[in-house]
């Protein structure tokens, strides 16, 4: 069975760009939730999706948003970047019934 | 929302010594506490999970505790190996069927020496 996986593995923007990050959550994982991990923290949740409706927000500012598609697989934006929005971003998956989230290996974003 | 402390920050042991690591948590609502551990340059990893109406958990060298009065967690690794070296991070969650925000603790990173 593949695990959660993202694309792309690294990224590097200006700030003032937009940005797509992309998951495909484990086969049969109907959720996806969107983390980003500044250096050094844990992981802060951002974004949580089931049967393709947003079910969870954390504190980010309106220039973040996500969707998930028909096939259960996700979509992260962000907009407008800022220095700060540079971070590792995790997808995670997790199959219904359970609480477990399995996590892909994130996206590497770098804002210049 | 919820909060969740993490202490030690670090954590060095010996080779074969025991490491524990813990965690509180502030919403009393919380049903679902995760741990992960993360090597450096890759994904977060569950190791062990526990829920509310469970006290202890093991499995193999690993083992939680939890103590819902004083909203408390604990992660214990027995017989520590150098590959236990990683940082390791508690989260708590109310879970539901289809709600499940983890807040994450800010880690412990262990270390096992030789």
């Known amino acids: 069975d593949a695990g959660v996986t993202q694309s792309p593995t690294h990224l590097i923007k200006t700030r003032g760009q937009q940005v797509t990050l992309r998951c495909s959550p484990i086969s049969g994982h109907k959720s996806v939730s969107w983390y980003q991990q500044v250096l050094g923290q844990g992981p802060q949740f951002i974004f949580q999706?089931?049967?393709?409706?947003?079910?969870g927000r954390g504190n980010f500012p309106d220039r973040f948003s996500a969707r998930q598609f028909p096939n259960y697989s996700s979509e992260l934006n962000v907009n407008a970047l800022l220095l700060g929005d540079s971070a590792l971003y995790l997808c995670a998956s997790r199959r219904e019934g359970t609480g477990s989230q399995y996590f892909g290996p994130g996206t590497r974003l770098t804002v210049l | 929302g919820e909060n969740v402390e993490q202490h030690p920050s670090t954590l060095s042991v010996q080779e074969g010594d025991s490491a524990v690591i813990k965690c509180t948590y502030s919403?009393?609502?919380?049903?679902?506490f995760p741990w992960y551990k993360q090597e450096l340059g890759k994904r977060p990893q569950l190791i062990i999970d526990i829920r509310s109406n469970v006290g202890e958990k093991k499995d193999q060298r690993i083992a939680v505790t939890l103590n819902k009065t004083a909203k408390h967690f604990s992660l214990h690794i027995t017989e520590t190996q150098p590959e236990d070296s990683a940082v390791y991070f508690c989260a708590a969650s109310f879970l539901t069927g289809t709600a499940s925000k983890l807040t994450f603790g800010t880690g412990t990173r262990l270390q096992v020496t030789l």
């Open positions: 919403d009393s609502a919380s049903n679902y």
């Open positions: 999706y089931y049967e393709k409706e947003e079910r």
